[in-house]
């Protein structure tokens, strides 16, 4: 069984930063995509980053030269960079992580953690 541990959330003022991390435990053979995702009240799960085992990544147009996401493969750690906060980017940040225990698939989700800008 894959488990998730997310960290980093918090308040912060706008322009401002914040690290999110999301580190992946459990038997795992290999990871094929870990992401991220943000949910405000009253909106959809949206993709704000993600990165691919080959170290492709890609970023919502609104965080797009602000938000940086970076893996560590020894650790099945990803990380979100969050510079120059918006109050528009308060949300439940979630991690997903897509990959094979043994030969069998698996996609697991984080809890969350929340991210408030003020303004």
């Known amino acids: 069984q894959v488990q998730l541990l997310e960290s980093g959330g918090g308040l912060v003022q706008a322009g401002g930063s914040l690290r999110l991390s999301c580190a992946a435990s459990?038997?795992?053979?290999?990871?094929?995509?870990m992401g991220w995702y943000r949910q405000a009240p009253g909106s959809e799960r949206d993709l704000v980053a993600s990165?691919?085992?080959?170290?492709?990544?890609n970023y919502a147009d609104s965080v797009k030269g602000r938000f940086t996401i970076t893996r560590d493969s020894a650790s099945n750690t990803v990380f979100l960079q969050m510079n120059s906060l918006k109050p528009e980017d308060t949300a439940v940040y979630y991690c997903n992580v897509d990959g094979l225990v043994g030969l069998r698939h698996f996609e697991v989700w984080g809890q969350g953690t929340p991210v408030t800008v003020s303004s």
């Open positions: 459990g038997n795992i053979f290999s990871i094929k995509f």
């Open positions: 990165i691919l085992s080959g170290g492709d990544t």
